[in-house]
Nanobody, 123 residues
Framework: VQLQASGGGPVQAGGSLRLSCAASRRAFSSSSMGWFRQAPGKEREFVAA????????YYADFVQGRFIISRDNTENTAYLQMNSLKPEDTAIYYC?????????????????WGQGTLVTVSS
């Protein structure tokens, strides 16, 4: 399984970015997809997750309605639309895949990881 994250970059506070995570075809539509992030000197933390069908989504409290996770099972791709970005959102964002009927906010529970894409929000 390969996951390729993209879409990061520099953005000013209040701006938007859309991250993409392209997955190899193996059972993509039967897996949960998630986004995590890791800021310098901090542990990796849960951002959002979406179930295999896209019918259920989960967000960290700090998202506060600013981010939207989605997926396109025909394209084997998951997305994270990030709006109203804040400087504290600066981090490397990782996509992850979990072959389970559930999701988990614990990074250790996830099966596969992408390489990460850097998001830098300036004030």
């Amino acid at each position: 399984v390969q996951l390729q994250a993209s879409g990061g970059g520099p953005v000013q506070a209040g701006g938007s970015l859309r991250l993409s995570c392209a997955a190899s075809r193996r059972a993509f539509s039967s897996s949960s997809m998630g986004w995590f992030r890791q800021a310098p000197g901090k542990e990796r933390e849960f951002v959002a997750a979406i179930m295999w069908s896209g019918s259920s989504t989960y967000y960290a409290d700090f998202v506060q309605g600013r981010f939207i996770i989605s997926r396109d099972n025909t394209e084997n791709t998951a997305y994270l639309q990030m709006n109203s970005l804040k400087p504290e959102d600066t981090a490397i964002y990782y996509c992850a895949q979990l072959f389970s009927c559930s999701t988990d906010s614990n990074p250790r529970a996830w099966d596969y990881w992408g390489q990460g894409t850097l998001v830098t929000v300036s004030s």
